[in-house]
């Protein structure tokens, strides 16, 4: 059974989904959720994840410069043991510090193709750009922003998605199956 903690800043619908395949779906037997870290100590998700049964922490990074925020970060995961850190959500550049301490456990979920979209409201520029399919990537995360290798991608049919409310739904409704289904096939291949 492999160990995950899931770090969001916000609403953790992707979380919710993930804590579901653990305790009920694909991930059962195959991984458990050890902790839910957020950034935001008023994140949504934390509240949900708490209904779930889970442990949660926050640490505020206000004010903080990201090393010294990493670190604080690194300071309290090293009360736990875990295989792999899944951002969920977590909307935060991790530093070269943070990288560096857990290379290679790092997962991130990114609501586009990573080779033509990285960063904030990749469902905005699909909707803007009249696409007419987008696609979900799973990357690994290294010190750039959505440039880590690519682990798996999923394609969301836009045809006919006429509001960007209807693109999200679409997207998310994508993201929420295939993250868990990435996350199998990854630790499966790694044992
Ligand atoms: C999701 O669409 C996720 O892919 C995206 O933020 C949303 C979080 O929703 N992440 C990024 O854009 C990272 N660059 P959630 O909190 O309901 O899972």
Redesign the pocket.
Known sequence: MKRIIIF?S??????EAILKECKNGILRGIAEVVLVFSDKEEAK?LEKAKEFDNKTASISAKGKKRQIFDREVINLLSDYEFDYIVL??Y?RILSDVFIKEYTGKII????ADTNFHQ??H?YEWAFKNKLKETKITVHYVNEGV?TGKIIAQATVDLRGAHTLEEVEKR??AV?HRFYSEVLKEIIRNRD
Do not use: Q, T
Not at 108 to 111: E, F, S
């Open positions: 969001i916000g609403r953790g619908s992707n979380m998700g969920a959500g909307m991130n979920i990114h609501p960063g904030l990749a959505d997207g998310l993201e």
